[in-house]
């Protein structure tokens, strides 16, 4: 029976036997009393990496994110984020149930928001006006496909932002992918931000984890709320042991679902009834139009599921398609196949 090709998302990587080995053989303490070795080492490598003072391992992205949300602000307050944001639109509504903030969305162009949209949404400090208490941004951005975040335009955000006394948090969930597609260091894209957080479950290809990253003091504070929030873990160096090898060696490794993508998106974008733009292919995530196939995103999954591949629609239009390490050149290829014969073209 041939293997599933799982386009769904870059999370569904499984460890490699490198990971597996060290998960073996990992040194373990009760982090909760911070005793745990490999989380300590994953911890200072991240914030090394990083180029910051301190660095949180959280069970998930979302975690991350929304420990980050509740350093920042105090109930009451707004958060300024992209409409179509993962922190907005896939982490519930646990912004306002945990920190008592409203999102403020705005609709960005391929994920960008710039700070000319961004001021005129900071309320006046009027008492009677709620306050903005954080600006969110994510690099790259997941729903755009991948798209990566341009520099000028994220470091003006932080530099007005900060004037105006707002934090800004980076969800930088793939920002290993951002790196190797613009050349930049994570340092250099990230600097700018109060704080950041990153996934070792995605392009990475650990099986779970993130990091926030940040100052000492908002770590310390973040680690209370990490626990709040059930996400105090024990002997959990076996899984910080995983992280460290998706750390160390992965992001070398991400150039080739880069390539993966692209491939794949020149392809799509000859195919009659979908509408794809190779040139905004620049990391490992695909979105595309299939309207015009007359199918919708439902049964165009279900055509792809008999050819052994999955993949999700991201609305009734739209597709995604995500490559990761487990997706070879010849599973793109497969996959090409399997959607012209879906198509009915040669
Ligand atoms: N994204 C998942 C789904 O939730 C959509 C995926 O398959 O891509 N920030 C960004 C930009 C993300 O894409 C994700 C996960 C997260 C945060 C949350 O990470 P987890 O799943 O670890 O909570």
């Known amino acids: 029976m041939t293997e599933w090709i799982d386009l769904r998302s870059d999370t569904v990587t499984r460890p490699t036997p490198e990971m597996r080995e060290a998960m073996m053989k990992a040194e373990v303490g009760d982090d909760v009393y911070m005793e745990d070795p490999t989380v300590n080492h994953l911890q200072e490598r991240a914030a090394e990496i990083f180029g910051r003072e301190a660095a949180l391992f959280v069970p998930s992205g979302t975690m991350g994110n929304q420990i980050a949300v509740k350093s920042h602000t105090h109930h009451g307050q707004e958060v300024i984020l992209e409409e179509a944001g993962h922190i907005f639109n896939y982490e519930l ?123 000492r003091e908002l770590i310390e504070r973040a680690r209370v709320y990490r626990k709040a929030m059930g996400g ?57 139009d299939i309207s015009g196939t007359g199918q919708d995103t439902s049964s165009f999954s279900q055509a792809l599921r008999k050819h052994r591949v999955l993949a999700n629609g991201i609305n009734p239009t739209h597709m995604r398609m995500v490559t990761h390490y487990d997706v070879h ?16 073209t040669p």
Not at 130 to 141: K, P, Y
Not at 176 to 196: M, P, R, Y
Not at 329 to 339: S, V
């Open 329 to 344: 050149r010849d599973d793109i290829e497969k996959t090409i196949q399997a959607i012209h014969s879906i198509l009915e």
């Open 232 to 288: 105090g873990m024990r002997q959990v160096g076996v899984l910080a042991a995983a992280g460290l090898v998706a750390l160390e060696k992965h992001p070398a490794k991400l150039h080739e679902d880069h390539a993966n993508a692209k491939h794949l998106a020149k392809a799509l974008a000859e195919m009659p009834g979908i509408q794809m733009d190779p040139s905004k292919v620049q990391t490992n995530i695909l979105v595309f």
């Open 93 to 215: 509504a646990t912004m306002s149930a945990f920190s008592g903030v409203m999102p403020r969305p705005i609709a960005g162009h391929d994920g960008v928001i710039t700070w000319n949209e961004i001021k005129t949404r900071i309320r006046p400090k009027i008492y009677y006006l709620s306050h903005t208490g954080l600006v969110a941004l994510e690099n790259t951005h997941n729903m755009a496909g991948g798209s990566v975040f341009p520099q000028a335009v994220a470091d003006e955000v932080c530099d007005r932002a900060h004037e105006s006394g707002i934090p800004v948090h980076l969800d930088g969930a793939r920002i290993f992918n951002a790196s190797i597609a613009t050349g930049k260091s994570v340092v250099e894209l990230t600097q700018k931000f109060d704080s950041v957080m990153f996934c070792l479950s995605k392009g990475l290809g650990a099986p779970v984890g993130s990091l926030l990253l940040g100052s």
